[in-house]
Each structure stands twice: as structure tokens, then as C-alpha cells.
């Protein structure tokens, strides 16, 4: 198990859209240039530390090592004769280009799946697997509700091919046996309660949505205001969310 983690913190925020390999060149050049200048704390991002692995026995690893292309390709080329084939399993936007680069680098000696689509080169992979709904623009409906102007702009752009799999949403592990599992363990609390159940999930904040005590209060004043017309309202949150947020909801 590897991964691939960005540059964080000071003007780094504000480069995630370029490709991760461009965006490491970019924060080296700029550590460079302002290391010693009063602009420093604006282009320094922070180094990540090493993700802990809490159950070292299944994982034979300590901490979770940044990807290497050049290791994995010779890895892969040292084991082929003795192991076979090499199955490379790679999930998120960020891993695409080093996914994409081991297939190329050892194409006989290797399977790629690549989880989330790429949005471009599916030749690229063995296998992508993805949500359906990222095929949404290319439905009748999808059609009908997305501009011609807009069309061309947003992938992908074809049907998806025999090395496409799609599933119903994003991969978990709430299968039908654990969800069969979850309702034994719930039924005596949730039975009981008057219907309907309004349930609310609520995560943490992300770049995209700063989930703070002003959202909780808005989030507050609406489940208020469901209460009038409904049985019963649980809230579940999960380990990202804030506990002034939890404590305020």
C-alpha cells in the first residue's frame, strides 16, 4: 500500500487544480526562491507526516509510503517470472498519472484498475470503475437538462467501454449483508420510533463547503422546522465533524 499526498498549507490551497506532478515541481521552486524572504509562510506548505497504520500485522508496513513510479515499475518487473502478474489498484484523481505511467512503463507485467474516472485516455487502464452517474450528462435526460454549450466541456464525452465497470455509487463497504447486519442491531431503538424517520448525516468540513457554527445553525433551523410535518429525526456524525458543530447541532 502506497500513496500520493499534495503539498499543504500557505498558497498551496490554491494549486490543487494542477496535475500533482507539476503541482510538487511548483511548491520545490517556490520553498526555493522565498526560504529565506518575509513572504516565506505564504509559499512554504507543510510537509505531510507518514499516515499511521494502527494494524501493523495485516499491513507489514509502519506507516504508509509516498508512491514511486520508478519502485513500483521495478517491483513489478523483479516479481513478474516468480509471482505473475502485478494487480495495481489505484483510487482518486491523484493517483491517474502514476497509475497510468506504470501500465506504460511495464504494460506486459501489469494490471491497472484505476477507481473514479479519469476523465480522459481510458486506454490508459485495464479497468476503470465508476459511479454511473458520471455517465449522467450522456443520458436523454442528462441531454435535456444540460446546455449544448455546455456539452462538449464535460466528460466524458462516450458511453463507456468493455473496460468500464459501473457501479450504483462511490465504493464502500455497506453491502447488503452489512446493511442486513446494521437493521438487526438498530431494529428495537428505530422501531419504536413515530414515522417518518428523518436521518441526517453530517461529515466535516472540506475546501469546497467550510462547514462551521454558522452552517450547524442554518442546519438547526431547518430541522426545526421539518419537525412540524414529521415523526422523528435522528443526526449522525462522523469523525471529521467538529465538536462545536456537533455540540451546537
Not at 90 to 101: F, H, K, L, V
Not at 148 to 164: C, H, Q, S
Not at 207 to 222: F, H, I, P
Request: aromatic letters at 8%; proline letters at 7%; charged letters at 20%.
Amino acid at each position: 500500500m502506497q500513496r500520493i499526498t499534495r503539498p499543504i498549507g500557505g498558497i498551496n490551497k490554491w494549486l490543487h487544480f494542477l496535475p500533482i506532478s507539476l503541482h510538487k515541481i511548483v511548491d520545490q521552486i517556490l520553498r526555493h526562491i522565498f526560504s529565506n524572504t518575509t513572504f516565506a509562510p505564504l509559499f512554504q506548505g507543510k510537509m505531510l507526516a507518514p499516515y499511521p497504520v494502527h494494524n501493523v500485522q495485516s499491513f507489514g508496513l509502519s506507516s504508509v509510503l509516498e508512491a514511486d513510479t520508478k519502485k513500483i515499475v521495478t517491483v513489478v518487473h523483479d516479481t513478474f517470472e516468480k509471482e505473475g502478474l502485478a494487480i495495481v489498484v489505484a483510487c482518486g484523481r491523484d493517483t491517474i498519472s502514476y497509475a497510468s505511467s506504470v501500465r506504460f512503463l511495464a504494460p506486459d507485467n501489469v494490471f491497472v484498475i484505476q477507481i473514479q474516472h479519469p476523465r480522459y485516455r481510458l486506454d490508459r487502464f485495464d479497468l476503470v470503475v465508476t459511479p454511473r452517474h458520471d455517465y449522467y450528462a450522456l443520458t436523454a435526460k442528462g441531454q435535456q437538462e444540460i446546455p449544448r454549450l455546455f456539452r462538449t466541456w464535460i466528460t466524458p464525452r462516450e458511453p463507456p467501454g468493455p473496460n468500464v465497470v459501473l457501479t450504483a455509487g462511490a465504493l464502500h463497504q455497506a453491502d447488503s449483508a452489512t446493511l442486513r447486519i446494521a437493521a438487526t442491531n438498530w431494529h428495537d431503538e428505530l422501531a419504536p420510533l413515530t414515522k417518518p424517520l428523518v436521518v441526517v448525516n453530517i461529515g466535516g468540513p472540506t475546501r469546497n463547503c467550510n462547514y462551521g457554527v454558522d452552517l450547524a445553525k442554518q442546519l438547526v433551523s431547518s430541522l426545526h422546522k421539518v419537525l412540524k410535518t414529521c415523526g422523528s429525526v435522528r443526526i449522525s456524525f462522523s469523525r471529521r465533524t467538529p465538536q462545536k458543530n456537533l455540540t451546537r447541532t
